[in-house]
């Protein structure tokens, strides 16, 4: 038993004064002689006894009482199990798109913060987090405030990471017993197992599921330029559910209705429905379906609109095949051959193309490397006589010639200059060869011949991109231009790098956005939206501005890019889809004594107050003291 006021005990001492002054005060008799007292002297014995014995009981009874009602004041209490640790609480409520879902209570992210606000106390201090923001502990009316304000976040609810974070803060606290509840519908949003549970703390894992997992939604677009007077739009839509349904798809532009169509959704899959659109000098709209289940998916936004040609510069003799692939309408093609480069032009260029140059000059390599550092991209294509490409070693690296014949048999499908190229993937196709090669280590290959280096690889230098081809495509030594790989690889190279419209922006992630435009030394571009401003990241890159994103925006919608007060261009972003997955954690798999898989906050929230609980016993004795008290009444009162 330990007490809260040890030292009240120290009044104990005061009950030997009671003691003392009931000794002193006991009474003396004298003797009086009377005639035949034998009677008389046994009744005053029995008398004095009597007396003497009700003293000592209600002397009893006062010091009990005394002795109770300092043992109450001084807060006696028993220790609980944790030792009469404090506890440190921190709460975790997931404000992910995926909480949009319906439950039995309405909307997941709304029904737990009903649940969590019903269930705290005044006296309830928590630290509390969601994805996009962090709270310092609070208590009572604002700790109430800050959970009744949580809003949906775009960001995506990724469980290690919130433990790591969690972690961390409680981490802060020394010799406390550390608390982590997370209210979540726990989506799988990657194929990591969860490995972020720290053995110090106590996890109280409440999982909210939906009543079903039905929901359409728009996955993303693919814009064509179709004939001279309509851009075709592929629609690409999913029907999570295991019933076939109709939908009924709009495009709107500023309030006007472009296209509209009723298509059916088969069951648990995924198709492309294709739109016809006018072609304008630039189109702004929004895809919408008529969906109930989450909300985010049902919007797509995109921005269309014909900026300039993609400047390039072809370097060479024999490049027809090249303006084969590089074509007037998209494209402002200027050639030179390698005696008579202009190197003051660079800088106009978005790519430079330099194809099997007779030679390959210091004075080349030294303005190409400018170049691309200055956020230029060039693609080398070798000449077949390997002392004519001097220095390349300097440039690309450490090359091998080699006479072997090879194959090239890898596409790296995950490539950003392949990726969403090819429908599936190719398992045997006509593989290209080439029988003189620069062999090239380089772990961010494009193709790979069949010994595993690289047929064109990528290389990134500062700013800008150099992609070379390791072989001479003169067709005495390889029938690369021959093969269907050569134009989706090609264009895409040139096209990369310097695509500045119809770019999928997705919130939440980084994008990378080439302006074509040039801006003074003191100038920035900036993102509007509604009056709403931001300044992204930025670098002046030849005749463009590459501007990257990251956490801003928040929201969906149309932005447009600006410089001080001068409209530039419009760009679209739209939430990650992955918010809308149907995969979730089995937590059962992961308990154990000190991760819990709880049904509701209110369970997890009484078993913490449990355990911060202790054993008070005042009370008792209190009524001890009063016990004592009615005991000396019946005593002075019934004992005769």
């Known amino acids: 038993?330990?007490?809260?006021?040890?030292?009240?005990?120290?009044?104990?001492?005061?009950?030997?004064?009671?003691?003392?002054?009931?000794?002193?005060?006991?009474?003396?008799?004298?003797?009086?002689?009377?005639?035949?007292?034998?009677?008389?002297?046994?009744?005053e014995l029995q008398t004095r006894k009597s007396a003497v014995l009700k003293k000592w009981l209600v002397?009893?009874?006062?010091?009990?009482?005394?002795?109770?009602?300092?043992?109450?004041?001084?807060?006696?209490?028993?220790?609980?199990?944790n030792n009469g640790k404090k506890q440190e609480t921190l709460l975790f409520i997931d404000n992910s798109f995926s909480m949009q879902a319906s439950g039995k209570k309405g909307q997941l992210l709304n029904s737990s913060i009903q649940e969590v606000l019903e269930n705290i106390t005044d006296n309830s201090?928590?630290?509390?987090?969601?994805?996009?923001?962090?709270?310092?502990?609070?208590?009572?009316?604002?700790?109430?405030?800050?959970i009744q304000?949580?809003?949906?976040?775009?960001?995506?609810?990724?469980?290690?990471?919130?433990?790591?974070?969690?972690?961390?803060?409680?981490?802060?606290?020394?010799n406390n017993i550390k608390n982590f509840i997370i209210i979540s519908d726990f989506q799988k949003n990657n194929l990591d197992s969860i490995t972020a549970f720290n053995k110090d703390i106590n996890y109280f894992l409440i999982p909210k599921r939906a009543e079903n997992h039905h929901n359409i939604s728009i996955e993303k677009i693919t814009i064509h330029n179709g004939d001279n007077n309509n851009y075709t739009i592929d629609v690409s839509i999913k029907n999570q559910s295991n019933t076939e349904t109709n939908r009924t798809i709009a495009i709107e532009s500023k309030k006007q209705l472009l296209a509209k169509n009723t298509v059916i959704l088969p069951a648990n899959k995924s198709i492309s429905v294709p739109f016809s659109i006018q072609k304008k000098d630039s189109i702004n709209a929004v895809i919408r379906i008529n969906d109930n289940s989450l909300q985010f998916d049902n919007e797509y936004y995109f921005s269309i609109s014909n900026t300039a040609k993609t400047q390039l510069l072809l370097?060479?003799?024999?490049?027809?095949?090249?303006?084969?692939?590089?074509?007037?309408?998209?494209?402002?093609?200027?050639?030179t051959n390698y005696n008579s480069i202009d190197y003051s032009t660079f800088s106009q260029y978005d790519i430079i193309v330099l194809d099997a140059l007779e030679n390959f000059t210091t004075l080349l390599k030294k303005n190409i490397s400018t170049f691309i550092k200055n956020g230029g991209t060039a693609l080398i294509i070798p000449n077949n006589n390997y002392q004519k490409n001097g220095q390349l070693n300097s440039l690309i690296g450490t090359i091998t010639p080699s006479s072997d014949s090879l194959f090239v048999t890898k596409i790296n499908y995950t490539h950003p200059i392949l990726k969403n190229?090819?429908?599936?993937?190719?398992?045997?196709?006509d593989y290209p060869y080439s029988t003189r090669n620069f062999l090239v280590k380089n772990s961010n290959s494009i193709l790979s011949y069949t010994n595993g280096s690289s047929f064109i690889s990528e290389k990134t230098i500062e700013k800008g991109k150099l992609y070379f081809v390791a072989a001479a495509l003169d067709k005495n030594f390889s029938n690369f231009k021959n093969s269907a790989l050569i134009v989706p690889v090609f264009y895409n190279i040139a096209k990369y790098n310097s695509k500045t419209s119809n770019q999928?922006?997705?919130?939440?992630?980084?994008?990378?956005?080439?302006?074509?435009?040039?801006?003074?030394?003191?100038?920035v571009l900036t993102i509007n939206k509604n009056g709403n401003t931001f300044i992204p990241q930025q670098q002046i890159a030849n005749n463009k501005v590459r501007i990257s994103t990251l956490e801003k925006p928040e929201k969906a919608g149309i932005y447009s890019v600006k410089v001080q007060d001068k409209f530039i261009k419009n760009i679209a972003y739209n939430y990650n889809r992955k918010e809308n997955s149907n995969l979730?954690?089995?937590?059962?798999?992961?308990?154990?004594?000190?991760?819990?898989?709880?049904?509701?906050?209110?369970?997890?929230?009484?078993?913490?107050?449990?355990?911060?609980?202790?054993?008070?016993?005042w009370k008792w004795f209190l009524l001890a003291a009063i016990a004592f008290i009615l005991l000396e009444i019946l005593l002075i009162k019934y004992l005769k």
Do not use: C, W
């Not at 954690?585 to 107050?609: A, G, R």
């Open 504 to 523: 999928q922006l997705v919130i939440g992630t980084k994008n990378n956005i080439n302006i074509a435009t040039r801006i003074g030394k003191d100038e």
């Open 584 to 617: 979730f954690y089995k937590l059962q798999k992961y308990e154990n004594k000190h991760i819990k898989v709880m049904p509701s906050f209110e369970n997890s929230f009484l078993e913490i107050q449990q355990n911060e609980q202790i054993n008070a016993l």
């Open 59 to 81: 002397l009893l009874s006062r010091l009990g009482f005394f002795a109770m009602l300092i043992f109450a004041f001084s807060q006696p209490y028993f220790p609980n199990k």
């Open 149 to 174: 304000n949580i809003e949906y976040s775009p960001k995506l609810f990724n469980l290690n990471n919130v433990l790591l974070q969690g972690n961390q803060q409680l981490n802060k606290v020394k």
């Open 421 to 429: 190229t090819f429908i599936k993937e190719m398992a045997n196709f």
């Open 1 to 43: 038993m330990l007490f809260k006021n040890p030292n009240l005990l120290y009044a104990l001492f005061a009950l030997i004064i009671p003691i003392i002054v009931h000794l002193f005060q006991l009474r003396r008799f004298k003797k009086v002689a009377f005639t035949n007292v034998a009677m008389l002297k046994k009744l």
């Open 125 to 146: 201090a928590f630290l509390s987090n969601t994805i996009d923001k962090k709270y310092k502990k609070q208590q009572g009316d604002a700790l109430k405030k800050t």
């Open 315 to 335: 370097i060479g003799k024999n490049t027809n095949y090249l303006k084969k692939i590089y074509t007037d309408d998209e494209f402002k093609i200027a050639q």
